[in-house]
């Protein structure tokens, strides 16, 4: 079983055809509708509807508050490597670009693990570039070992593995995998990583689904936002999260919304996606899945984060550094520039004032019986 | 009406009928005033959001003394993991009461009977005040009770979507079946509905969602507790019969009873 067909399916339909022949009287009847189908959710995604902004902002609102509450969980990437054996064109730990490369001991991970901690966050996102051979699965557990008694949750954003080695970090503490599989169209994603073990798109496509049947409890999905036609990749990446819902019910899946950021490199966006795409983008979502988390990073301006929070958003990262050891010590070169550098207290209070309650913790680790 | 309407449930007398959540506040502290407000003295609460190590931003810290805490399992997938959270919650103060919420369908978080009867056998045995979380079946309701436990708690329709008693048939079946108390958990988002499933002889109603996301949190608090009040009230009173047909002033079979009608 394999999310693939469907992908290859997807990308030989007239999609673009579709979104232009929907009209704003299409969306209306949509809107109408209590369930949205696919074909309900690719036209919440047209041009059109981007005229119904504010019908599809307010029952995604209303859809958002019913299912999560007024209640938005932070977190904090934890960068610990950025070696890395891969090309990608657009991203700052690219092989090719000459920045400083670092892996952190692992007492450096328990000092970036207690500066975290002393915020008050306790989920965490755990980072490295694509090499195994140098922050392989060993190195993983070494720190998720030392980073579990600080933090309740911890997530893996690092390359994808085989199913049994994702059993081996869960066995260490690790409860979620994020894995972006940044473009859908094969033929871009080629171009777009020359070199390297991300080169195979099938391998990492099918990522979620390993790590979901080795028991993940969150799998976090996403597309880059600008590398192609938001609307097209928003669309497929929807019908993944929902292929992943469907065949993995006991799975909370999630999605990213990241649009392209300045990095090391001279990598231009082929696409610019605005501000009221993004809002699009992410209504239609939350009323395609209503139950869906989703996640938006500090790649946003601070006064963007704070407007959207209403319109679909479960799930911000605060406090962030996207440099290895930036949390502790004086920041090196991040892998993208970050727009929002408020501190996690600066963001709390931003919640509270809008009447949003900062959740610290969702998870309660089972390994500690009584 | 009955005086002395207390509501025994594993040896706690209450005389409030309305369970009440803290999931989905804007602001915990809001949780000592809705209480008040609605009169609830149970509240359930996720352990899986509980920290407490951080005392000073702890929904614990929230929650009035007077309350009956009623930790769930919310984020067990499986009958093993509630059990686990269970413990915790013991091991943590939390008491003996634990409702079993095992839910593998993030979809649309529907229960799964099977592995919930399986945890409240463990659980009942282990001295806990089990009620567990269920869709409205007579069959999963009668294990339930086999295995001990103390109440079943059915869903008027999915959690968190306020759509009402869409399960009302089946409620009933249970509340004309069971001898276990039968409070109704989630779906309910008007105190219209609360006050409904109360006059069906619901033992009590567990409201969270309605409450928490209400503009008025406080005000909304008051009227659910004020509608499950009703609710026994009218259940209690004994509602007259209910006819299919109008009864005319001037019936067809009158002249039956006159001088010489009727043969």
Known sequence: MSFLP???RLLREPLEERLRATTEADVSRVLGRERISENDFL??????????LEALASRAKDLTERHFGRTISLFTPLYVSNHCANRCRYCGFAATNTIPRSKLTIAEVRAEGEAIAATGLRQILLLTGEAPHTAGVPYLEDCVRVLRPLFPSIAIEVFPMETKDYARLIQAGVDSLTVFQETYDPTLYADLHPAGPKRNYAFRLDTPQRGAEAGMRVVNIGALLGLTDWRRELFVTGLHAAWLQKNYPGV??????????PHAGDFEPACVVSDRDLVQAMTALRLFLPRLSITISTRETSGFRDNILPLGVTRMSAGVSTAVGGHAKPAETGQFEISDGRSVAEVCRMLRAKGYQPVFKDWEPLEVSA | MKQNDTFHIGGKALTSRLFTGTGKYGDDTLIPAVCAASGAQVITVALRRVDLDKKADNVMRHIPEHMVLLPNTSGARTADEAVRIARLARAMGCGDWIKIEIIADNRYLLPDGYETAKATEILATEGFVVLPYMNPDLYVARSLASAGAAAVMPLGAPIGTNRGLRTEEMIRI??????????????IGAPSQACQAMEMGAAACLVNTAIATASDPLGMGRAFGQAVAAGRAAFLAGPGAVATLARPSSPLTGFLDEPGGAA
């Open chain 1, 43 to 52: 036209a919440l995604l047209s041009p059109a509807a981007g005229a119904c």
């Open chain 1, 6 to 8: 469907e992908a290859l």
């Open chain 1, 252 to 261: 909370d899946v999630a999605m990213s919304l990241p649009r392209m950021r």
């Open chain 2, 174 to 187: 249970l509340i004309e079946e069971m001898d276990l108390p039968v409070i109704v958990d989630a779906g």
